[in-house]
């Protein structure tokens, strides 16, 4: 989860995990938010006055004390199958209903099981500060309710009516509490003057809107502006402050964050979003239109939108998880954002394509990713020329009222330029979603498995749009829709490379730079003979412009240009790499006459190589496939097998699971590639077709760029995770065992993982074999029962070895030298009878071990698995 940590010098939005876990108690007092402040929940700046002052948000959001790092950023979801992602992710969306727990503003469920946000009433105080009760800081009280008025009224307009904020202005009232231009002194004087006039917190309002003077000086009400606790009940602007400041302060009431931008600038974020805003909504630089209502994500949770008005997609198509899943189609989207025309049962709102899910061990709470699909004619029409793309997620927090934070990402299809009225997909353009480093960075396996590509067919300006939507399929490669020319750079870690390229300025040239390790960086210079010569530069392989011929500038992060004349004075820049390579795509000249040259110098350098890497003669090598590495080896002897069994998932991946390599040759590239296939369960799809290169091809693979040396994930994996070489297996029994105890389990049975709010959260034992192993020893310690279901040692006996303690009371133990016969095989010269160690038939999953140990086979004085192996084959049964 995000843990920010931004100050800015007009206001804060604070929140404090125990404030929220207060407002169960009806009160907080100034020693509990002393108490509290040194485990403060996410900070983020707040409106400038009318709108959002975007030199404020130009500051670090790294906050690492905050952070608990798991596995080097790569989650637990590493050690599942891919078709676990999906399933773990809709168990979670499935659990966002039970986080609306708060009657007063969330109403009864409606038809479909699901609770509207449809009530807020808040009492609005303006007060005096203390001894500053002259006239002359007297507020005129129509002035607020006004504005507060067009406020509540803009959210009941972008709700259909559905939400209904409330508010009474009481009279301006001193606050006597010394400091209290303090945050926590602020708060506690507020609750207090309201409980004087007999106002009771959760039953006569559900927030607070403190009306101020501006004290000057720097502290929390210094200056004008506003602040809101991020899905509390206090918050605070200066008087006189415009409508627009206070819907935008509602919004974090809400529960939302500043939402941001999908940016090259996460270099300097990193972990965090980068500190660029999305432009386009209420809460993130659009709070200066009008109509700048919360995303389709948002209001989707707070079922303004219904489910009938969303479509969900993923790249598996339709599932037990997800039975109305599709895997492709075409689509008519209306408006999420017009006021005047609510969504009918038969509109599409927008596009849902879940991504993975996680648990936040330091918050102890989920979450849960997707990319949002929609269609924005608000904010004066600037975006309505084109599709809107966004990576959206939920936190969800049972101790917070509205139950859910939600924050957001835009993506912005020429993200070269600062113009995000550009970050659209144009009609008759296709778009690649290339997964964000934010993403990557959580969970590589899952962001990397859900890759949508969606084509923009026909638009009605300010009525509809349509769109056609795949996704990207595993060991496929496309067909380049363009001729190209094709470069690689790699780079050293010895000394500098740099290499220099006279080129034809009619062709169309691809540059690779490669073996960048984990802080390279790549700098590119032109020189142009005639005419401007440009180049763009990606994260990844560029498939927007080279596979489905969109324009050049789709998914690059940056762009240099150098006019002709330039030969003297070279134009360069510098690129840092996030992954270990970057991208780079020089674009005919269109203005340069033919035989006139462009020429580009690469230099890079590398100073620390990945993990699963070795170091030799200044060059990061990728290990042999499924082989493992320390970070620093600078020998391929330094690489280890994955156990037998098993794979490596990805090559930057820290640990080996469970699976078997598909006997297709996997697909080294770092993305995957498009498929034309169409689901059957899916309506019928424009894409791809080979009529147009704008759309996916049908075409067997021509020549295609190089890639650097990764292995696509397999498919096959299964879910239980196997450990390292250097963590091995242990048959340690539990303490206390039973007598009699079940030796198998059924890996979706469910047990008890905790209760909130009286309401069970229940995980299956799939799930716990993922989680990391100190997780997974405490939950299988634990002896809670509630509502028939039992704790996970009485639902997962193999995950939580409590087999294994009762069998060794009673069965044999393994032999640890003794081989069993696996299977016999003809070959040329005879027979041969394949042998496996008891170790390694412990690696297996459940339905493997049980398959194994169920064969009654011996030859040539070689026993069978049942009896070499009875502990480990007793466990399956």
């Known amino acids: 989860m995000m843990k920010r940590n931004v100050y800015s010098t007009v206001a804060i939005v604070f929140y404090l995990l125990q404030v929220c876990q207060s407002k169960r108690d009806g009160g907080l007092s100034i020693s509990a938010i002393a108490s509290t402040a040194t485990k403060s929940r996410v900070i983020v700046p707040d409106a400038y006055n009318d709108g959002f002052d975007m030199s404020e948000l130009e500051v670090p959001r790294n906050d690492p004390k905050n952070i608990k790092p798991k596995r080097n950023g790569l989650t637990r979801s590493l050690a599942r199958d891919p078709m676990d992602r999906q399933a773990d992710v809709w168990e979670t969306i499935g659990t966002l209903e039970s986080y609306k727990t708060v009657s007063r503003i969330f109403s009864t469920a409606s038809s479909d099981g699901k609770k509207t946000f449809s009530t807020y009433h808040y009492k609005v105080l303006p007060i005096y500060w203390n001894g500053k009760t002259s006239d002359v800081w007297d507020m005129d009280l129509e002035i607020i309710r006004s504005q507060v008025q067009m406020a509540v009224e803009n959210h009941s307009s972008q709700s259909w009516g559905k939400l209904k904020v409330t508010f009474e202005v009481v009279p301006q009232t001193e606050h006597v509490l010394a400091w209290a231009g303090r945050l926590g002194h602020a708060i506690a004087g507020a609750e207090n003057i309201l409980s004087s006039m007999g106002y009771t917190k959760r039953e006569d309002y559900d927030g607070i809107i403190m009306v101020y ?24 602007v200066s008087y006189e402050s415009s409508w627009r400041v206070l819907r935008h302060e509602m919004g974090h009431y809400f529960g939302h964050y500043h939402h941001m931008h999908n940016h090259y600038n996460y270099r300097n974020s990193r972990p965090y979003p980068p500190s660029i805003t999305d432009g386009f909504d209420m809460m993130s630089g659009g709070n200066t239109y009008d109509r700048s209502d919360f995303g389709v994500a948002s209001k989707w949770y707070f079922n303004w939108v219904s489910d009938d008005n969303i479509v969900a997609l993923q790249p598996e198509g339709k599932t037990a998880a997800c039975p109305k899943c599709l895997k492709s189609g075409t689509f008519t989207l209306k408006p999420f954002d017009d006021w005047l025309n609510p969504p009918g049962s038969s509109d599409i709102m927008g596009i849902h394509i879940p991504v993975m899910s996680q648990y936040d061990s330091y918050w102890e709470i989920d979450l849960v990713y997707s990319y949002w699909l929609s269609y924005r004619t608000g904010v004066n029409g600037l975006l309505d020329k084109g599709l809107s793309v966004h990576v959206a997620w939920f936190e969800l927090e049972p101790y917070m009222q509205m139950g859910v934070y939600y924050d957001s990402m835009n993506y912005d299809a020429f993200g070269h330029s600062d113009d995000k009225t550009d970050s659209v997909v144009l009609v008759d353009t296709c778009y690649h979603i290339t997964p964000a480093p934010f993403l990557l960075d959580r969970d590589l396996i899952s962001a990397n498995a859900v890759q949508p590509v969606v084509c923009v067919d026909s638009i009605n300006a300010g009525s509809d749009i349509t769109i056609s939507v795949n996704f990207l399929e595993p060991n496929v490669q496309p067909t380049p829709s363009v001729d190209i020319v094709e470069r690689t750079v790699s780079c050293s870690t010895s000394s500098a490379t740099s290499e220099t390229f006279v080129m034809d300025a009619k062709a169309l040239n691809l540059f690779h730079v490669d073996g960048m390790g984990t802080d390279g960086a790549a700098t590119l210079s032109l020189k142009s003979d005639e005419g401007w010569s440009m180049a763009y530069f990606y994260d990844g392989f560029p498939y927007s412009p080279l596979i489905y011929g969109s324009d050049v500038a789709y998914g690059s992060m940056r762009r240099l240009g150098s006019a002709a004349g330039s030969a003297d004075s070279p134009k360069g820049m510098t690129y840092t790499a996030l992954f270990g390579e970057i991208y780079a795509i020089i674009p005919v000249n269109q203005w340069a006459p033919e035989g006139s040259t462009v020429t580009a110098t690469v230099s890079c350098q590398a100073t620390t190589c990945f993990p699963n890497q070795y170091n030799l003669n200044g060059r990061c090598n990728q290990c042999p496939l499924d082989h493992r590495a320390n970070q620093g080896a600078t020998s391929s002897l330094q690489c280890w097998p994955c156990p037998e069994g098993t794979i490596l998932s990805h090559p930057h991946a820290t640990e080996c699971v469970v699976g078997q390599r598909s006997t297709s040759s996997p697909v080294s590239s770092p993305v995957a590639s498009p498929t034309a296939k169409d689901d059957d369960d899916a309506s019928p799809t424009k894409m791809p077709s080979n009529s147009s290169t704008k759309k996916p091809s049908n075409n067997p693979p021509t020549k295609m760029p190089s890639r650097s040396p990764s292995h696509s994930p397999s498919r096959s994996p299964s879910n239980r995770p196997s450990p390292s070489p250097s963590n091995p297996p242990t048959n340690k029994p539990s303490p206390n065992p039973t007598a009699n105890v079940q030796c198998t389990e059924n890996p979706n049975a469910k047990f008890l993982l905790n209760v909130v ?113 009875p502990n480990t084959c007793a466990a399956s049964m």
């Not at 004008?224 to 605070?236: I, Q, R």
């Not at 016999?824 to 339905?847: D, E, F, M, P, R």
Request: proline share 1%; hydrophobic share 30%.
């Open 213 to 236: 003077h501006g004290l000057g000086g720097s502290g929390d009400y210094c200056c004008s502006g506003g602040k809101a606790f991020l899905g509390g009940v206090f918050g605070a």
């Open 757 to 869: 709010n009286g309401s069970p959260r229940v995980r299956t034992c799939i799930w716990l074999q993922s989680v990391a192993q100190k997780r997974r020893n405490n939950l299988c310690k634990k002896s809670r029962t509630h509502s028939g279901y039992k704790s996970a040692k009485d639902v997962c006996f193999v995950t939580c070895n409590i087999c294994q303690a009762a069998i060794e009371t009673d069965v044999a133990p393994d032999s640890t030298t003794e081989k069993f016969l696996l299977k016999t095989q003809v070959v040329s010269n005879g027979i041969v009878n394949k042998v496996k160690t008891c170790a390694w038939l412990q690696n297996q999953n459940v339905s493997k071990i049980s398959k194994i140990c169920g064969r009654n086979r011996s030859a040539s004085g070689v026993r069978s698995a049942a009896k070499v192996c």
